[in-house]
């Protein structure tokens, strides 16, 4: 997390209640970090621009207890006009990807919390990837730009390898723009 994403979102009555909440933990949002093997490119490199997604921030309430599951991340994003589709208003394209991405990121807290906890007993720790097999997406309102908005991604099921997950896009209010429910699938990561 950079920075002056912190300082942008803090400067925001709405976004400074949950930032500065102590209740909320704030994680750096590693799609956001360019790899030299290409990998997260989509939001490393072409979405992170003044004139995309200008800034990006992830956060979840800390849970009860240590070891247990994150049951909902939230992203902050600062959309700006770049990703218009028509005048002042997101690409429902770019709405779908948002949705794909804050959801990623829930599944990936929570694999890394995971392992943090395998290695701190000694239990291996299988080199797994989660990869959308489905997503819908329902469009209630045009998300206007610029913006910021608020992600949310909590996971409603988990059956083996399968996660279903679901996400909305609201604005500052509250009001809820998108929604979006996704099944993930755990494949090995040497199959990608």
């Not at 997260?40 to 997604?53: C, M, P, V, Y």
């Not at 909305?168 to 723009?177: A, H």
Request: proline content about 4%; glycine content about 6%.
């Amino acid at each position: 997390m950079g920075d002056d994403d912190l300082t942008f979102f803090q400067s925001i009555p709405w976004c400074a209640s949950l930032v500065n909440d102590p209740s909320y933990v704030t994680i750096p949002t590693t799609s956001r970090v360019s790899k030299e093997d290409t990998e997260d490119a989509l939001f490393g490199d072409i979405l992170r621009t003044d004139k995309t997604i200008a800034a990006c921030l992830s956060l979840y309430k800390k849970p009860a207890v240590s070891t247990a599951s994150i049951e909902e991340v939230t992203t902050l994003l600062s959309l700006e006009y770049g990703l218009n589709g028509y005048r002042h208003v997101c690409h429902g394209g770019i709405v779908a990807t948002i949705l794909d991405e804050v959801m990623g990121i829930l599944l990936a807290v929570n694999k890394d919390r995971e392992a943090e906890i395998a290695r701190a007993t000694g239990t291996p720790v299988e080199t797994m990837a989660e990869v959308t097999a489905e997503l819908t997406v329902k469009y209630l309102k045009p998300v206007i730009t610029p913006q910021t908005v608020r992600v949310k991604a909590w996971l409603s099921r988990t059956e083996g390898r399968k996660f279903w997950v679901e996400g909305t896009i609201e604005d500052k209010s509250g009001t809820v723009l998108a929604r979006g429910e996704a099944l993930f699938v755990q494949i090995r990561k040497s199959v990608l």
